[in-house]
C-alpha cells in the first residue's frame, strides 16, 4: 500500500488548477482581439497574428525541456518561477506602447508568457502522476481535462464580452480596452505568486540528469527560422528567397542535424525514435493534423467574422463558443466511443465530420447567416473531439510504460509547433491575397465605394482560401485513418 503524502494534496492541486487557468486564457484569448489589436498598432492581420504563431511555437519548445527542468529543479521552486515568468509576460504586452514600432515588446511579452506556459502545463500532468496514485489519478486528470479543455469555450468569449462595452463592478470599471484582456489573468497570476510559496510542495523527485545544451540550440534555431519564412509570406511573397525560402532551408537544415544528434545520443534531449513505430506515428500524423484544421479556422474565423461580417468582437467569440462548448462535452463521451467502437472508427467519423463541416467554409461570403457559421463550426469541433482523445490514446498505446514520457514530449511537441506553423501559414496566405488584389490608393480618393467593395472581395478571397487549407488537413486525414490500427491490433 502506497504512502500517503504528509501535506495537502487538494491545496497543491488547488493553486496549480488555478495557474493553469490563467495559462490556458492566455493560449486562447487573443483569436478574437486581433481586428481590435490591428487597429490598436496600426498593422496588418499577419503581423498581429504573430502574437499567436509565436506564443505556440515558444510553448511548444519548451514541453520537452520542461521534463528536463521536472527532474533537475525542484517542484516548488520551478512553479514560482513559472507563475513569475507568466504575470511579466502578461504584465509586457498589457502595457505596450500602442504602435507599429512597439509591437515587437508585446510579442516579446507573450514569448515569456508562453516559455512559463510551456513549463506549467506539462508540469501540472507530471505532479499530477507523483501526487496520486493509480485508483485516484483519474479524478485529478479530470480536473485538468475540464480546466484547460473548457479554454477553447471561455478564452474567446470572454474577450469578446471584454471588448463589446465598459463594464462596472462593485464601482470599478473594466474598460472595452485591449489592455483589459490582460487584466484577469494578471491578478489570477498575482493571486497565484502569493500562495504558490506557501502551498506548492516538492512532489517530484529531483534527479541529477544533463542538458544537451546543443540539441536545445539546434531545435530552437530550426524552428524559429523554419517558422520565420512562413511569417514572411505575407510581406515578401512566396518567391522570396532571402525572406521566405532561405529562412525556411536553413530551418530545416537545422532540424536535420537535431534529429541526427537525437538519433547517436545516449539520452537524448526528444527521442525521435519512437517515431520508428508505425503505431505510434501513424495516429501522431492523424493527430497533427486534426490540430492544424482545428487550429487554422479557429483562428482565422472570428477576423473573417469581424473584418468582413461587420460582427462585434462579442458576436464573434459567442459564435465560437458553442463549438468549443460542443467539444468540450464530447471529449469525455469520446473515450466511451472509443472504447465500444475502436479508435480506427471512431477517428474516421471525426475526419469525416471535421470534412463535412469544413467543405461549407470555402463558400463563405458576407452574408452567410451567422446560424449557419455556428452550426458548422459546432459540426467541426465534433469531430475534433472524436479525434484528438482516440488518436492520442492510440498512439501512446502503441509503445511501452517506460517510452510515455519520450512520446508524450515528441508528440506535444509536434502539436504545438505544427499548429504554429498553420496559423502563420493561413495568415501568410490572407495577407498575401489581401495584399495583392487591394486597389490602388487612387481608386479610394476617386471611387470609395467601389474601393470598398474590391478590398472586402479580397479579404474574403483571402479567408476562402485560408479555409481551403483547413479542409485539405480534413482530407489528407481522412485517408490516413484507413491506416491506423485499434489497440488490439497494435499489440
Given amino acids: 500500500m502506497e504512502n500517503k503524502p504528509t501535506y495537502n494534496r487538494g491545496l497543491v492541486l488547488a493553486i496549480m488548477l488555478i495557474a493553469a487557468i490563467a495559462g490556458a486564457l492566455m493560449q486562447t484569448s487573443l483569436g478574437t482581439a486581433l481586428p481590435t489589436l490591428m487597429k490598436a498598432f496600426d498593422i496588418d492581420l499577419s503581423t498581429a497574428q504573430q502574437a499567436t504563431t509565436w506564443f505556440l511555437l515558444a510553448n511548444g519548445m519548451m514541453v520537452p525541456l520542461s521534463a528536463y527542468l521536472a527532474k533537475k529543479v525542484k517542484t516548488k521552486t520551478l512553479h514560482v518561477v513559472a507563475y513569475a515568468m507568466l504575470l511579466a509576460g502578461v504584465l509586457i504586452s498589457m502595457f505596450t506602447p500602442e504602435n507599429a514600432d512597439s509591437w515587437w515588446i508585446f510579442v516579446a511579452g507573450r514569448i515569456l508568457a508562453a516559455i512559463a506556459v510551456g513549463i506549467m502545463m506539462p508540469l501540472l500532468q507530471i505532479v499530477i502522476v507523483n501526487m496520486y496514485g493509480q485508483d485516484e489519478r483519474g479524478a485529478a486528470m479530470g480536473m485538468m481535462g475540464l480546466v484547460v479543455g473548457m479554454a477553447p469555450a471561455i478564452g474567446p468569449t470572454l474577450t469578446g464580452w471584454i471588448l463589446d462595452k465598459d463594464h462596472s463592478f462593485l464601482g470599478l470599471t473594466l474598460s472595452a480596452h485591449w489592455q483589459s484582456i490582460f487584466l484577469i489573468p494578471a491578478i489570477i497570476l498575482a493571486i497565484a505568486v502569493v500562495l504558490a510559496p506557501i502551498m506548492m510542495k516538492n512532489v517530484v523527485p529531483n534527479q541529477n540528469v544533463s542538458l544537451d545544451v546543443l540539441s536545445l540550440v539546434l531545435s530552437t534555431v530550426g524552428f524559429g527560422f523554419f517558422l520565420w519564412g512562413f511569417t514572411n509570406v505575407a510581406t515578401a511573397g512566396w518567391g522570396d528567397f532571402a525572406q521566405v525560402i532561405a529562412p525556411i532551408i536553413v530551418g530545416i537544415a537545422f532540424l536535420l542535424v537535431f534529429v541526427w544528434r537525437q538519433l547517436k545520443l545516449d539520452v537524448p534531449f526528444l527521442d525521435v525514435r519512437v517515431f520508428k513505430v508505425k503505431s505510434f506515428t501513424t495516429p501522431t500524423i492523424a493527430l497533427i493534423l486534426a490540430m492544424m484544421a482545428m487550429f487554422?479556422?479557429?483562428?482565422?474565423?472570428?477576423?473573417?467574422?469581424?473584418?468582413?461580417?461587420?460582427?462585434?468582437?462579442?458576436?464573434?467569440?459567442?459564435?465560437?463558443?458553442?463549438?468549443?462548448?460542443?467539444?468540450?462535452?464530447?471529449?469525455?463521451?469520446?473515450?466511451?466511443?472509443?472504447?465500444?467502437?475502436?479508435?480506427?472508427?471512431?477517428?474516421?467519423?471525426?475526419?469525416?465530420?471535421?470534412?463535412?463541416g469544413t467543405l461549407p467554409y470555402i463558400f463563405l461570403t458576407a452574408e452567410t447567416p451567422t446560424i449557419i457559421v455556428t452550426v458548422l463550426y459546432a459540426i467541426r469541433m465534433a469531430g475534433v473531439a472524436l479525434t484528438l482523445m482516440p488518436l492520442t490514446t492510440a498512439a501512446m498505446s502503441a509503445l511501452p510504460d517506460e517510452k510515455a514520457s519520450d512520446a508524450t514530449a515528441a508528440n506535444n511537441t509536434l502539436r504545438q509547433v505544427s499548429t504554429s506553423i498553420v496559423v502563420a501559414l493561413m495568415t501568410s496566405v490572407v495577407q498575401n491575397i489581401i495584399n495583392n488584389q487591394t486597389p490602388g490608393k487612387a481608386l479610394k480618393l476617386s471611387d470609395p465605394i467601389a474601393y470598398a467593395s474590391k478590398v472586402l472581395t479580397a479579404s474574403l478571397d483571402g479567408f476562402q482560401a485560408a479555409f481551403a487549407i483547413s479542409l485539405a488537413f480534413a482530407v489528407i486525414g481522412l485517408v490516413i485513418t484507413f491506416f491506423i490500427k485499434n489497440q488490439k491490433e497494435a499489440k
Fill in 296 to 356: 487554422g479556422v479557429e483562428m482565422m474565423l472570428p477576423t473573417y467574422l469581424q473584418n468582413v461580417r461587420g460582427m462585434s468582437a462579442l458576436n464573434s467569440g459567442l459564435t465560437l463558443m458553442w463549438g468549443a462548448l460542443f467539444m468540450g462535452f464530447l471529449s469525455p463521451v469520446a473515450g466511451v466511443l472509443c472504447n465500444k467502437f475502436g479508435v480506427k472508427l471512431l477517428s474516421f467519423v471525426g475526419f469525416g465530420l471535421l470534412f463535412v
